[in-house]
Protein backbone atom coordinates (compact mmCIF):
# COMPACT_ATOMS: atom_id res chain seq x y z
CA UNK A 1 0.00 0.00 0.00
CA UNK A 2 0.97 3.68 -0.19
CA UNK A 3 4.46 4.14 0.94
CA UNK A 4 3.13 6.82 3.59
CA UNK A 5 -0.10 5.68 4.48
CA UNK A 6 0.96 2.17 5.13
CA UNK A 7 4.11 2.40 7.03
CA UNK A 8 4.50 -0.97 8.63
CA UNK A 9 4.36 -0.47 12.62
CA UNK A 10 5.73 -3.78 13.12
CA UNK A 11 9.23 -1.68 12.30
CA UNK A 12 7.94 0.67 14.37
CA UNK A 13 7.63 -2.09 17.22
CA UNK A 14 10.69 -3.38 16.75
CA UNK A 15 11.53 0.03 17.24
CA UNK A 16 9.69 -0.03 20.36
CA UNK A 17 11.92 -2.35 22.44
CA UNK A 18 14.15 0.56 22.80
CA UNK A 19 12.79 1.20 25.61
CA UNK A 20 13.85 -1.23 27.55
CA UNK A 21 17.64 -1.61 25.74
CA UNK A 22 19.19 1.16 23.52
CA UNK A 23 22.49 -0.40 23.14
CA UNK A 24 21.26 -4.23 22.36
CA UNK A 25 18.93 -2.96 19.86
CA UNK A 26 21.20 -0.77 17.67
CA UNK A 27 23.58 -3.69 17.93
CA UNK A 28 20.93 -6.29 17.29
CA UNK A 29 19.39 -4.14 14.16
CA UNK A 30 23.05 -3.85 12.64
CA UNK A 31 24.25 -7.68 13.01
CA UNK A 32 21.09 -9.71 12.36
CA UNK A 33 17.12 -9.54 11.75
CA UNK A 34 14.69 -9.04 14.21
CA UNK A 35 11.95 -10.67 14.73
CA UNK A 36 8.61 -8.83 15.70
CA UNK A 37 5.41 -10.15 16.80
CA UNK A 38 2.15 -7.99 17.40
CA UNK A 39 -0.56 -9.82 19.15
CA UNK A 40 1.30 -12.71 19.02
CA UNK A 41 1.29 -12.47 15.38
CA UNK A 42 4.72 -12.06 12.98
CA UNK A 43 4.94 -9.00 11.11
CA UNK A 44 7.48 -8.19 8.38
CA UNK A 45 8.78 -5.17 6.35
CA UNK A 46 10.37 -4.62 2.80
CA UNK A 47 12.36 -2.01 4.54
CA UNK A 48 14.81 -2.48 7.83
CA UNK A 49 15.79 -0.18 10.49
CA UNK A 50 19.13 1.84 10.53
CA UNK A 51 21.05 3.62 12.84
CA UNK A 52 21.68 7.36 12.35
CA UNK A 53 24.73 10.01 12.99
CA UNK A 54 22.94 10.90 16.48
CA UNK A 55 23.02 7.14 17.32
CA UNK A 56 19.40 6.51 17.26
CA UNK A 57 17.44 3.57 15.54
CA UNK A 58 14.75 4.82 12.71
CA UNK A 59 12.34 2.73 11.40
CA UNK A 60 10.05 2.71 8.32
CA UNK A 61 6.58 4.24 9.68
CA UNK A 62 4.81 1.43 7.68
CA UNK A 63 1.51 0.29 8.68
CA UNK A 64 0.71 2.15 11.49
CA UNK A 65 -3.13 2.31 10.62
CA UNK A 66 -3.65 -1.02 10.10
CA UNK A 67 -1.91 -2.63 12.87
CA UNK A 68 -2.63 -0.50 15.69
CA UNK A 69 -5.76 1.20 14.50
CA UNK A 70 -4.23 4.40 14.40
CA UNK A 71 -4.74 7.66 11.64
CA UNK A 72 -1.43 8.45 9.34
CA UNK A 73 -1.52 10.87 7.23
CA UNK A 74 1.12 12.39 4.87
CA UNK A 75 1.57 15.71 3.55
CA UNK A 76 3.60 16.15 0.47
CA UNK A 77 3.68 19.98 0.25
CA UNK A 78 5.00 20.10 3.52
CA UNK A 79 7.04 16.84 4.03
CA UNK A 80 4.51 16.41 7.45
CA UNK A 81 3.21 12.69 8.73
CA UNK A 82 0.62 12.77 11.58
CA UNK A 83 0.27 9.87 13.53
CA UNK A 84 -3.05 9.69 15.92
CA UNK A 85 -3.44 6.70 18.22
CA UNK A 86 -4.94 6.58 21.92
CA UNK A 87 -5.85 10.22 22.47
CA UNK A 88 -2.28 11.23 20.78
CA UNK A 89 -1.79 13.37 18.06
CA UNK A 90 1.96 12.84 16.75
CA UNK A 91 2.87 15.59 14.00
CA UNK A 92 6.93 15.03 12.17
CA UNK A 93 8.13 17.09 9.69
CA UNK A 94 10.62 15.69 7.72
CA UNK A 95 14.36 17.06 8.83
CA UNK A 96 13.50 18.56 12.00
CA UNK A 97 13.82 17.77 15.11
CA UNK A 98 10.56 19.13 16.36
CA UNK A 99 7.30 17.36 16.83
CA UNK A 100 4.03 18.66 17.90
CA UNK A 101 2.24 15.93 20.39
CA UNK A 102 -1.83 17.38 21.07
CA UNK A 103 -0.44 20.49 19.36
CA UNK A 104 2.45 20.93 22.13
CA UNK A 105 6.30 20.93 20.90
CA UNK A 106 7.64 18.40 21.84
CA UNK A 107 12.05 18.13 21.08
CA UNK A 108 13.39 14.44 19.44
CA UNK A 109 16.86 13.24 19.36
CA UNK A 110 17.01 13.07 15.90
CA UNK A 111 14.65 13.99 12.92
CA UNK A 112 12.97 11.74 10.46
CA UNK A 113 14.10 11.66 7.49
CA UNK A 114 13.41 9.44 3.52
CA UNK A 115 15.57 6.64 2.45
CA UNK A 116 14.89 4.71 -0.27
CA UNK A 117 10.90 6.53 -0.71
CA UNK A 118 10.39 5.29 2.54
CA UNK A 119 9.47 7.50 5.32
CA UNK A 120 11.63 6.45 8.67
CA UNK A 121 11.00 7.83 12.23
CA UNK A 122 12.58 7.66 15.56
CA UNK A 123 11.85 4.49 17.33
CA UNK A 124 12.22 5.87 20.46
CA UNK A 125 10.17 8.79 20.11
CA UNK A 126 7.59 7.54 18.40
CA UNK A 127 7.28 4.73 21.17
CA UNK A 128 7.36 6.07 24.19
CA UNK A 129 4.34 8.22 22.55
CA UNK A 130 2.30 4.97 21.80
CA UNK A 131 0.38 2.71 24.32
CA UNK A 132 1.81 -0.86 24.06
CA UNK A 133 3.23 -3.15 26.34
CA UNK A 134 6.80 -4.05 24.91
CA UNK A 135 9.02 -6.65 25.66
CA UNK A 136 12.54 -7.60 24.43
CA UNK A 137 13.62 -11.33 24.37
CA UNK A 138 17.12 -11.31 23.93
CA UNK A 139 17.40 -15.22 23.38
CA UNK A 140 14.89 -14.63 20.50
CA UNK A 141 16.13 -11.74 19.21
CA UNK A 142 12.61 -10.72 19.03
CA UNK A 143 10.29 -8.14 19.90
CA UNK A 144 6.83 -8.64 21.40
CA UNK A 145 3.94 -6.40 21.66
CA UNK A 146 0.79 -5.97 22.96
CA UNK A 147 -1.72 -3.50 22.48
CA UNK A 148 -3.34 -2.21 25.39
CA UNK A 149 -7.31 -0.85 24.67
CA UNK A 150 -8.52 0.99 27.93
CA UNK A 151 -12.71 0.22 28.09
CA UNK A 152 -14.20 2.30 26.13
CA UNK A 153 -17.20 4.07 28.01
CA UNK A 154 -19.87 4.62 25.46
CA UNK A 155 -22.45 6.63 27.63
CA UNK A 156 -24.51 6.70 31.01
CA UNK A 157 -27.18 5.29 32.46
CA UNK A 158 -29.21 6.28 35.61
CA UNK A 159 -30.44 3.95 38.27
CA UNK A 160 -34.46 4.24 38.51
CA UNK A 161 -35.22 1.44 40.89
CA UNK A 162 -34.42 1.92 44.92
CA UNK A 163 -31.54 -0.28 44.92
CA UNK A 164 -30.12 -2.25 41.93
CA UNK A 165 -28.37 -5.19 41.37
CA UNK A 166 -24.94 -5.57 40.01
CA UNK A 167 -24.50 -8.87 38.33
CA UNK A 168 -21.73 -10.71 37.04
CA UNK A 169 -23.22 -11.80 34.14
CA UNK A 170 -26.42 -10.26 31.52
CA UNK A 171 -29.28 -12.48 33.46
CA UNK A 172 -30.61 -13.48 36.90
CA UNK A 173 -28.75 -17.03 37.08
CA UNK A 174 -26.17 -15.64 39.03
CA UNK A 175 -25.63 -13.81 42.15
CA UNK A 176 -25.09 -10.13 42.63
CA UNK A 177 -21.80 -8.87 43.09
CA UNK A 178 -22.96 -5.39 44.44
CA UNK A 179 -26.13 -2.79 44.62
CA UNK A 180 -26.07 0.45 43.54
CA UNK A 181 -28.32 3.20 45.03
CA UNK A 182 -31.34 5.22 43.09
CA UNK A 183 -30.42 7.90 41.14
CA UNK A 184 -26.46 6.55 40.79
CA UNK A 185 -25.18 7.28 37.19
CA UNK A 186 -22.57 4.34 35.95
CA UNK A 187 -20.86 4.16 32.57
CA UNK A 188 -21.94 1.74 29.84
CA UNK A 189 -18.97 -0.23 28.39
CA UNK A 190 -21.27 -2.36 26.51
CA UNK A 191 -24.77 -3.90 26.14
CA UNK A 192 -26.38 -7.46 25.51
CA UNK A 193 -29.91 -8.53 25.33
CA UNK A 194 -31.54 -5.52 26.90
CA UNK A 195 -28.57 -5.41 29.65
CA UNK A 196 -25.63 -2.68 30.43
CA UNK A 197 -22.22 -3.61 31.04
CA UNK A 198 -21.29 -0.84 33.40
CA UNK A 199 -18.31 0.06 35.20
CA UNK A 200 -18.16 0.67 38.67
CA UNK A 201 -16.19 3.27 40.86
CA UNK A 202 -13.41 0.56 42.45
CA UNK A 203 -12.92 -0.23 38.36
CA UNK A 204 -14.28 -3.64 38.40
CA UNK A 205 -17.44 -4.28 35.45
CA UNK A 206 -20.28 -6.29 35.93
CA UNK A 207 -24.05 -5.52 34.24
CA UNK A 208 -27.14 -3.96 35.13
CA UNK A 209 -30.94 -4.80 33.85
CA UNK A 210 -31.78 -2.40 31.42
CA UNK A 211 -35.19 -1.73 32.59
CA UNK A 212 -34.11 -0.47 36.13
CA UNK A 213 -32.19 2.91 34.32
CA UNK A 214 -32.69 5.20 31.71
CA UNK A 215 -30.53 6.53 29.28
CA UNK A 216 -29.94 9.81 27.74
CA UNK A 217 -33.14 11.84 28.09
CA UNK A 218 -34.82 8.78 29.78
CA UNK A 219 -35.08 7.06 26.46
CA UNK A 220 -35.21 3.01 27.62
CA UNK A 221 -32.84 0.99 26.77
CA UNK A 222 -33.66 -1.24 23.52
CA UNK A 223 -32.61 -4.71 23.06
CA UNK A 224 -29.00 -4.76 20.50
CA UNK A 225 -29.14 -6.39 17.36
CA UNK A 226 -27.49 -10.00 17.22
CA UNK A 227 -24.41 -10.37 17.21
CA UNK A 228 -24.37 -14.40 15.75
CA UNK A 229 -23.51 -14.41 12.37
CA UNK A 230 -26.11 -17.19 12.17
CA UNK A 231 -29.03 -14.72 13.09
CA UNK A 232 -27.41 -11.69 11.26
CA UNK A 233 -29.50 -8.63 10.83
CA UNK A 234 -31.56 -8.55 7.32
CA UNK A 235 -30.51 -6.13 4.31
CA UNK A 236 -32.03 -2.72 4.38
CA UNK A 237 -35.46 -2.21 3.29
CA UNK A 238 -37.18 0.63 1.01
CA UNK A 239 -40.03 1.86 0.75
CA UNK A 240 -42.40 5.16 0.32
CA UNK A 241 -42.28 7.64 2.60
CA UNK A 242 -38.68 6.48 3.50
CA UNK A 243 -35.19 7.05 2.06
CA UNK A 244 -35.06 3.17 1.77
CA UNK A 245 -31.78 3.43 4.01
CA UNK A 246 -30.55 2.52 7.38
CA UNK A 247 -28.20 4.01 9.53
CA UNK A 248 -26.13 1.85 11.89
CA UNK A 249 -24.38 3.51 14.82
CA UNK A 250 -20.64 3.35 14.60
CA UNK A 251 -19.84 5.98 17.29
CA UNK A 252 -19.43 4.54 21.28
CA UNK A 253 -22.91 6.74 21.97
CA UNK A 254 -24.55 8.88 18.77
CA UNK A 255 -26.71 11.65 20.79
CA UNK A 256 -30.01 12.09 19.07
CA UNK A 257 -31.33 15.56 18.96
CA UNK A 258 -34.10 17.65 17.54
CA UNK A 259 -32.34 19.40 14.28
CA UNK A 260 -29.51 18.91 11.90
CA UNK A 261 -26.18 20.26 14.12
CA UNK A 262 -25.44 20.56 17.61
CA UNK A 263 -26.81 23.60 18.74
CA UNK A 264 -30.43 21.29 19.12
CA UNK A 265 -31.21 19.70 22.21
CA UNK A 266 -30.84 15.76 22.57
CA UNK A 267 -33.58 14.02 22.33
CA UNK A 268 -32.02 10.76 23.92
CA UNK A 269 -29.20 8.73 23.13
CA UNK A 270 -28.22 5.83 21.27
CA UNK A 271 -25.51 2.95 21.25
CA UNK A 272 -23.26 1.35 18.70
CA UNK A 273 -24.49 -1.06 16.46
CA UNK A 274 -28.15 0.45 16.69
CA UNK A 275 -30.04 0.60 13.54
CA UNK A 276 -31.74 3.87 12.66
CA UNK A 277 -34.32 4.19 9.70
CA UNK A 278 -33.29 7.17 7.90
CA UNK A 279 -36.20 9.57 6.98
CA UNK A 280 -34.62 12.84 5.23
CA UNK A 281 -31.22 14.29 4.93
CA UNK A 282 -29.77 17.35 5.34
CA UNK A 283 -26.04 18.80 4.93
CA UNK A 284 -24.06 15.90 6.91
CA UNK A 285 -27.16 15.19 9.22
CA UNK A 286 -29.28 11.83 9.23
CA UNK A 287 -33.31 12.31 10.33
CA UNK A 288 -33.74 8.72 12.25
CA UNK A 289 -36.30 7.08 13.73
CA UNK A 290 -35.33 4.68 16.11
CA UNK A 291 -39.08 2.02 16.58
CA UNK A 292 -41.06 3.42 19.08
CA UNK A 293 -38.79 6.75 20.02
CA UNK A 294 -39.28 9.64 18.75
CA UNK A 295 -37.95 11.33 15.27
CA UNK A 296 -34.82 13.19 15.82
CA UNK A 297 -31.81 13.38 14.03
CA UNK A 298 -27.90 12.43 14.07
CA UNK A 299 -24.42 13.68 12.64
CA UNK A 300 -22.90 11.42 9.50
CA UNK A 301 -20.07 10.61 11.17
CA UNK A 302 -21.18 8.66 13.43
CA UNK A 303 -23.20 6.14 11.63
CA UNK A 304 -22.64 3.56 8.33
CA UNK A 305 -25.58 3.76 5.68
CA UNK A 306 -27.09 0.84 4.39
CA UNK A 307 -28.98 1.08 0.82
CA UNK A 308 -30.62 -1.67 -0.74
CA UNK A 309 -32.98 -2.58 -3.99
CA UNK A 310 -33.56 -5.98 -3.35
CA UNK A 311 -35.45 -5.95 -1.40
CA UNK A 312 -37.50 -9.18 0.81
CA UNK A 313 -40.24 -6.86 2.95
CA UNK A 314 -40.85 -3.64 3.85
CA UNK A 315 -43.64 -1.41 4.69
CA UNK A 316 -44.28 2.24 3.25
CA UNK A 317 -46.68 5.39 3.57
CA UNK A 318 -47.56 6.98 7.56
CA UNK A 319 -48.44 4.46 9.39
CA UNK A 320 -48.91 6.59 12.36
CA UNK A 321 -52.35 7.69 11.51
CA UNK A 322 -53.77 4.83 12.89
CA UNK A 323 -57.70 5.02 11.82
CA UNK A 324 -57.03 6.86 8.41
CA UNK A 325 -57.43 4.33 5.56
CA UNK A 326 -55.96 4.68 2.31
CA UNK A 327 -59.48 5.02 0.40
CA UNK A 328 -60.71 4.08 -3.16
CA UNK A 329 -57.92 2.85 -5.63
CA UNK A 330 -59.18 4.99 -8.74
CA UNK A 331 -56.73 4.19 -11.30
CA UNK A 332 -54.01 1.80 -12.04
CA UNK A 333 -51.52 1.91 -15.29
CA UNK A 334 -47.89 1.02 -15.83
CA UNK A 335 -45.28 1.75 -18.23
CA UNK A 336 -42.86 -0.37 -19.77
CA UNK A 337 -39.60 -0.83 -21.56
CA UNK A 338 -37.26 -3.68 -22.42
CA UNK A 339 -35.23 -3.08 -19.26
CA UNK A 340 -37.86 -1.55 -17.18
CA UNK A 341 -41.22 -1.65 -15.49
CA UNK A 342 -43.40 1.24 -13.73
CA UNK A 343 -46.89 0.54 -11.86
CA UNK A 344 -48.72 3.06 -11.04
CA UNK A 345 -50.74 3.20 -8.22
CA UNK A 346 -53.57 6.07 -7.14
CA UNK A 347 -55.96 6.56 -4.12
CA UNK A 348 -58.77 8.54 -2.85
CA UNK A 349 -56.22 9.16 0.27
CA UNK A 350 -52.73 8.36 1.55
CA UNK A 351 -51.26 5.15 0.60
CA UNK A 352 -50.41 2.98 3.10
CA UNK A 353 -49.26 -0.03 1.88
CA UNK A 354 -46.37 -3.55 2.63
CA UNK A 355 -44.51 -5.99 -0.02
CA UNK A 356 -42.37 -8.87 0.00
CA UNK A 357 -39.99 -10.35 -2.37
CA UNK A 358 -40.88 -14.19 -3.52
CA UNK A 359 -39.75 -17.33 -5.22
CA UNK A 360 -40.75 -19.86 -7.48
CA UNK A 361 -41.83 -18.06 -9.52
CA UNK A 362 -40.14 -14.74 -8.76
CA UNK A 363 -42.39 -11.99 -8.09
CA UNK A 364 -43.56 -9.04 -5.51
CA UNK A 365 -46.54 -8.70 -3.86
CA UNK A 366 -47.50 -5.68 -3.06
CA UNK A 367 -50.44 -5.19 -0.51
CA UNK A 368 -52.53 -1.74 -0.33
CA UNK A 369 -53.99 -1.69 3.30
CA UNK A 370 -57.12 0.06 4.15
CA UNK A 371 -58.29 -0.17 0.79
CA UNK A 372 -60.71 -1.24 -1.76
CA UNK A 373 -60.64 -1.29 -5.58
CA UNK A 374 -62.84 1.57 -7.50
CA UNK A 375 -65.35 0.70 -9.67
CA UNK A 376 -63.24 1.52 -12.51
CA UNK A 377 -61.00 -1.22 -11.81
CA UNK A 378 -63.51 -4.05 -12.29
CA UNK A 379 -62.68 -6.39 -9.94
CA UNK A 380 -59.72 -8.73 -10.44
CA UNK A 381 -57.94 -8.65 -12.87
CA UNK A 382 -54.56 -10.00 -14.92
CA UNK A 383 -52.55 -8.52 -17.17
CA UNK A 384 -49.53 -10.32 -19.45
CA UNK A 385 -46.76 -7.89 -20.56
CA UNK A 386 -44.90 -8.47 -23.79
CA UNK A 387 -41.23 -7.20 -22.86
CA UNK A 388 -39.44 -5.50 -19.81
CA UNK A 389 -38.59 -7.57 -16.43
CA UNK A 390 -42.24 -7.94 -15.68
CA UNK A 391 -44.36 -10.33 -17.09
CA UNK A 392 -47.65 -10.55 -15.42
CA UNK A 393 -49.75 -8.19 -13.43
CA UNK A 394 -52.76 -9.54 -11.24
CA UNK A 395 -54.39 -7.61 -9.13
CA UNK A 396 -57.79 -8.39 -7.16
CA UNK A 397 -59.50 -7.07 -3.13
CA UNK A 398 -57.73 -9.77 -1.52
CA UNK A 399 -59.39 -8.86 1.58
CA UNK A 400 -62.24 -6.54 2.84
CA UNK A 401 -59.65 -3.45 3.27
CA UNK A 402 -56.71 -4.80 1.11
CA UNK A 403 -55.78 -4.52 -2.47
CA UNK A 404 -53.11 -6.71 -3.21
CA UNK A 405 -50.97 -6.10 -6.76
CA UNK A 406 -48.45 -9.17 -7.77
CA UNK A 407 -46.01 -8.51 -10.30
CA UNK A 408 -44.68 -11.95 -11.25
CA UNK A 409 -40.79 -11.90 -13.56
CA UNK A 410 -39.11 -15.26 -15.19
CA UNK A 411 -35.83 -13.68 -13.31
CA UNK A 412 -35.19 -12.27 -9.62
CA UNK A 413 -36.41 -8.08 -9.86
CA UNK A 414 -35.63 -4.94 -7.87
CA UNK A 415 -38.70 -2.89 -6.82
CA UNK A 416 -38.31 0.90 -6.07
CA UNK A 417 -40.86 2.24 -4.37
CA UNK A 418 -41.91 6.57 -4.62
CA UNK A 419 -45.25 7.82 -2.99
CA UNK A 420 -46.09 11.11 -4.59
CA UNK A 421 -49.38 13.72 -5.09
CA UNK A 422 -49.26 14.32 -1.37
CA UNK A 423 -48.80 10.37 -0.72
CA UNK A 424 -51.84 9.64 -2.61
CA UNK A 425 -49.60 8.49 -5.95
CA UNK A 426 -47.55 5.26 -5.59
CA UNK A 427 -45.16 4.39 -8.52
CA UNK A 428 -43.27 1.33 -8.45
CA UNK A 429 -40.40 0.65 -10.23
CA UNK A 430 -39.49 -2.74 -11.64
CA UNK A 431 -35.50 -3.71 -13.23
CA UNK A 432 -33.90 -7.46 -13.60
CA UNK A 433 -32.14 -7.98 -10.08
CA UNK A 434 -29.28 -10.23 -11.08
CA UNK A 435 -27.11 -9.28 -7.69
CA UNK A 436 -30.26 -9.81 -5.90
CA UNK A 437 -29.40 -10.99 -2.44
CA UNK A 438 -25.84 -10.11 -2.30
CA UNK A 439 -24.33 -7.79 0.33
CA UNK A 440 -22.00 -5.72 -0.37
CA UNK A 441 -19.42 -3.33 1.65
CA UNK A 442 -17.59 -0.27 0.53
CA UNK A 443 -15.46 1.11 2.58
CA UNK A 444 -14.57 4.75 1.27
CA UNK A 445 -11.00 4.94 2.79
CA UNK A 446 -10.04 7.60 6.01
CA UNK A 447 -12.47 9.92 7.08
CA UNK A 448 -12.08 8.85 10.57
CA UNK A 449 -12.70 11.56 13.54
CA UNK A 450 -9.20 12.23 15.18
CA UNK A 451 -8.73 13.31 18.60
CA UNK A 452 -9.60 17.02 18.52
CA UNK A 453 -12.05 16.68 15.94
CA UNK A 454 -10.25 17.04 12.75
CA UNK A 455 -11.04 14.38 10.44
CA UNK A 456 -8.26 12.18 8.70
CA UNK A 457 -7.80 13.17 5.06
CA UNK A 458 -5.40 10.40 4.32
CA UNK A 459 -2.80 11.36 1.71
CA UNK A 460 -2.63 14.91 0.64
CA UNK A 461 -1.65 16.20 -3.04
CA UNK A 462 0.72 18.57 -3.78
CA UNK A 463 -2.86 21.09 -5.16
CA UNK A 464 -4.03 20.19 -1.89
CA UNK A 465 -6.43 17.57 -3.15
CA UNK A 466 -7.32 14.78 0.20
CA UNK A 467 -7.31 11.08 -0.61
CA UNK A 468 -10.42 11.29 1.71
CA UNK A 469 -12.69 13.48 -0.63
CA UNK A 470 -11.45 11.76 -3.89
CA UNK A 471 -12.53 8.30 -2.61
CA UNK A 472 -15.61 9.19 -0.94
CA UNK A 473 -17.05 10.32 -4.71
CA UNK A 474 -15.44 7.27 -6.31
CA UNK A 475 -17.25 5.05 -3.70
CA UNK A 476 -20.81 6.51 -4.35
CA UNK A 477 -20.25 5.59 -8.42
CA UNK A 478 -19.32 2.01 -7.22
CA UNK A 479 -22.19 1.82 -4.82
CA UNK A 480 -24.91 3.25 -7.27
CA UNK A 481 -23.92 0.68 -9.87
CA UNK A 482 -24.11 -1.93 -7.62
CA UNK A 483 -27.84 -1.10 -6.39
CA UNK A 484 -28.78 -0.76 -10.07
CA UNK A 485 -28.37 -4.47 -9.87
CA UNK A 486 -30.03 -4.90 -7.35
CA UNK A 487 -27.54 -5.49 -4.24
CA UNK A 488 -27.56 -4.42 -1.13
CA UNK A 489 -24.66 -1.92 -0.69
CA UNK A 490 -23.42 -0.63 2.92
CA UNK A 491 -21.20 2.53 2.88
CA UNK A 492 -18.59 2.40 6.10
CA UNK A 493 -19.14 5.92 5.94
CA UNK A 494 -20.90 8.91 3.94
CA UNK A 495 -19.19 11.18 5.58
CA UNK A 496 -16.36 11.65 8.03
CA UNK A 497 -16.95 9.03 10.70
CA UNK A 498 -16.15 7.56 14.05
CA UNK A 499 -15.20 4.25 12.69
CA UNK A 500 -12.37 2.95 12.76
CA UNK A 501 -10.06 0.55 10.69
CA UNK A 502 -11.57 -2.44 13.06
CA UNK A 503 -15.10 -0.94 12.65
CA UNK A 504 -14.82 -1.26 9.40
CA UNK A 505 -14.31 -4.35 8.79
CA UNK A 506 -16.64 -5.52 12.20
CA UNK A 507 -19.28 -3.75 10.04
CA UNK A 508 -19.22 -6.79 7.11
CA UNK A 509 -18.77 -9.82 8.88
CA UNK A 510 -21.97 -8.00 11.15
CA UNK A 511 -23.97 -7.84 8.53
CA UNK A 512 -22.91 -11.24 6.47
CA UNK A 513 -20.99 -9.09 3.31
CA UNK A 514 -20.63 -11.30 0.48
CA UNK A 515 -17.49 -9.25 -0.48
CA UNK A 516 -15.52 -5.87 0.99
CA UNK A 517 -14.16 -3.32 -1.42
CA UNK A 518 -11.54 -0.79 0.19
CA UNK A 519 -11.11 2.54 -1.88
CA UNK A 520 -8.12 4.43 -1.69
CA UNK A 521 -5.23 6.47 -3.61
CA UNK A 522 -1.46 6.03 -3.19
CA UNK A 523 1.15 8.14 -2.37
CA UNK A 524 4.59 7.80 -2.04
CA UNK A 525 7.51 10.34 -0.92
CA UNK A 526 8.63 10.38 -4.33
CA UNK A 527 6.36 12.55 -7.21
CA UNK A 528 7.49 9.98 -9.79
CA UNK A 529 5.62 6.76 -9.10
CA UNK A 530 2.45 5.99 -10.58
CA UNK A 531 -0.14 3.29 -11.19
CA UNK A 532 -2.87 1.56 -9.94
CA UNK A 533 -2.94 -1.67 -7.99
CA UNK A 534 -5.21 -3.78 -5.88
CA UNK A 535 -4.09 -5.74 -2.58
CA UNK A 536 -5.90 -8.88 -0.96
CA UNK A 537 -4.80 -10.58 1.96
CA UNK A 538 -5.22 -14.90 1.95
CA UNK A 539 -3.30 -16.39 4.70
CA UNK A 540 -2.32 -20.18 4.65
CA UNK A 541 -4.18 -20.82 7.20
CA UNK A 542 -7.21 -20.41 4.89
CA UNK A 543 -8.63 -23.29 2.92
CA UNK A 544 -7.33 -23.60 -0.61
CA UNK A 545 -11.18 -22.05 -2.31
CA UNK A 546 -11.14 -19.39 -0.05
CA UNK A 547 -7.69 -18.05 -0.58
CA UNK A 548 -8.74 -18.78 -4.32
CA UNK A 549 -11.90 -16.34 -3.95
CA UNK A 550 -9.82 -13.21 -2.60
CA UNK A 551 -7.30 -13.34 -5.02
CA UNK A 552 -9.96 -13.92 -7.95
CA UNK A 553 -11.68 -10.55 -6.73
CA UNK A 554 -8.43 -8.92 -6.66
CA UNK A 555 -7.67 -9.74 -10.15
CA UNK A 556 -10.98 -8.86 -11.86
CA UNK A 557 -11.13 -5.89 -10.30
CA UNK A 558 -7.66 -4.60 -10.77
CA UNK A 559 -8.35 -5.72 -14.73
CA UNK A 560 -11.33 -3.67 -15.21
CA UNK A 561 -9.59 -0.59 -13.67
CA UNK A 562 -6.64 -1.17 -15.87
CA UNK A 563 -9.26 -1.30 -18.88
CA UNK A 564 -10.73 2.05 -17.83
CA UNK A 565 -7.78 3.83 -16.41
CA UNK A 566 -5.42 3.02 -18.82
CA UNK A 567 -2.72 4.04 -15.93
CA UNK A 568 0.60 1.65 -15.47
CA UNK A 569 -0.57 -2.08 -13.90
CA UNK A 570 1.32 -2.25 -10.53
CA UNK A 571 -0.23 -5.44 -10.21
CA UNK A 572 -2.19 -7.22 -7.56
CA UNK A 573 -0.49 -7.50 -3.95
CA UNK A 574 -0.68 -9.12 -1.01
CA UNK A 575 -0.45 -7.63 2.70
CA UNK A 576 -2.12 -8.02 5.66
CA UNK A 577 -4.09 -4.84 6.42
CA UNK A 578 -6.58 -4.52 9.05
CA UNK A 579 -9.28 -4.57 7.06
CA UNK A 580 -8.83 -7.27 5.23
CA UNK A 581 -6.91 -9.07 7.55
CA UNK A 582 -10.37 -8.33 10.05
CA UNK A 583 -12.83 -9.21 7.26
CA UNK A 584 -14.21 -13.51 6.98
CA UNK A 585 -15.38 -12.71 3.32
CA UNK A 586 -13.31 -11.89 0.37
CA UNK A 587 -11.95 -8.54 0.68
CA UNK A 588 -9.90 -6.26 -1.64
CA UNK A 589 -8.19 -2.68 -0.84
CA UNK A 590 -8.33 -0.75 -4.48
CA UNK A 591 -5.36 1.92 -4.64
CA UNK A 592 -6.89 3.88 -7.84
CA UNK A 593 -3.57 6.27 -8.67
CA UNK A 594 -0.74 7.78 -6.60
CA UNK A 595 -2.49 11.29 -5.77
CA UNK A 596 1.30 12.37 -4.84
CA UNK A 597 1.83 12.06 -8.30
CA UNK A 598 0.95 15.42 -10.58
CA UNK A 599 -0.57 13.84 -13.56
CA UNK A 600 -2.52 11.54 -11.32
CA UNK A 601 -3.61 13.81 -8.99
CA UNK A 602 -4.92 16.06 -11.34
CA UNK A 603 -6.78 13.04 -13.27
CA UNK A 604 -8.01 11.90 -9.24
CA UNK A 605 -9.57 15.52 -8.97
CA UNK A 606 -11.77 15.61 -12.02
CA UNK A 607 -14.91 13.83 -12.36
CA UNK A 608 -15.02 11.95 -15.55
CA UNK A 609 -11.90 9.90 -14.02
CA UNK A 610 -14.13 9.15 -10.84
CA UNK A 611 -16.62 8.02 -12.42
CA UNK A 612 -14.76 5.51 -14.70
CA UNK A 613 -12.83 4.02 -11.43
CA UNK A 614 -15.99 3.56 -9.74
CA UNK A 615 -17.65 2.03 -12.75
CA UNK A 616 -14.81 -0.27 -13.27
CA UNK A 617 -14.70 -1.44 -9.33
CA UNK A 618 -18.58 -2.17 -9.92
CA UNK A 619 -17.84 -4.06 -13.05
CA UNK A 620 -15.31 -6.34 -11.72
CA UNK A 621 -17.68 -7.16 -8.99
CA UNK A 622 -20.27 -8.12 -11.47
CA UNK A 623 -17.78 -10.45 -13.31
CA UNK A 624 -17.09 -11.78 -9.81
CA UNK A 625 -20.15 -12.90 -9.04
CA UNK A 626 -20.55 -14.26 -12.89
CA UNK A 627 -22.03 -11.39 -14.63
Same mark, same amino acid.
Given at each position: ???????????????????????????????????????????????????????????????????????????????????????????????????????????? =????????????????????????????????????????????????????????????????????????????????????????????????????????????????????????????????????????????????????????????????? &?????????????????????????????????????????? &????????????????????????????????????????? /?????????????????????????????????????????????? =?? =???????????????????????????????????????????????????????????????????????????????????????????????????????????????????????????????????????? /??? &??????????????????? =?????????????????????????????????????????????????????????????????????
Amino acid at each position: MRETKAIMFCLLLSTMFLFFSLSPLPTAASTGEIGIYIDGDRVSSDARPFIDSNGRTLVPLRVIAEDLGAGVGWDSSEKKVSISLGGKHIELRIGQSTALINGKESPM =DTAAVVRSSRTMVPLRFIGENLNCKVDWEPDERAVYIKKITPPQVQGQVTVTASRANIRRDPSTNNDPVTQVDNGTVLDVLGSSGGWYEVLLKNGERGWIFGEIVTTGKDSPPKKDPPEDPAEKPSPPTAAGGTSGRTAVVVGNSANIRQGPSTNHPILYE &SFKGRELEVLDEQGTWYKVKDRNSPEGWIAGWLVAIKEGSSL &SKGTGGDSSRGGETTGRITEFYHDISQDETTAFIKASGEIK /YQYNTLTNPDRVVVDILGARLGADLDGAKSIDLPRGPVNNIRYSQF =DR =DIVRFVFQSTKPIGAKFELGNKGQELAVNFSEAPLQGKVIVIDPGHGSVQPGGWSDPGAVGHSGLYERDVVTEIAKVTGDNLLSQGASVIYTRTWDTAAGLTDRADIANRYGADIFVSIHCNASTSPLLSGTSTYF /YAP &SSLPPGAREERRRLASLVQ =DELLRSLGRRNLGIREDNFAVLRNTKMPSILVETAFISNPEEERLLGSKSFQEKAGKAIARGVQRYFGL
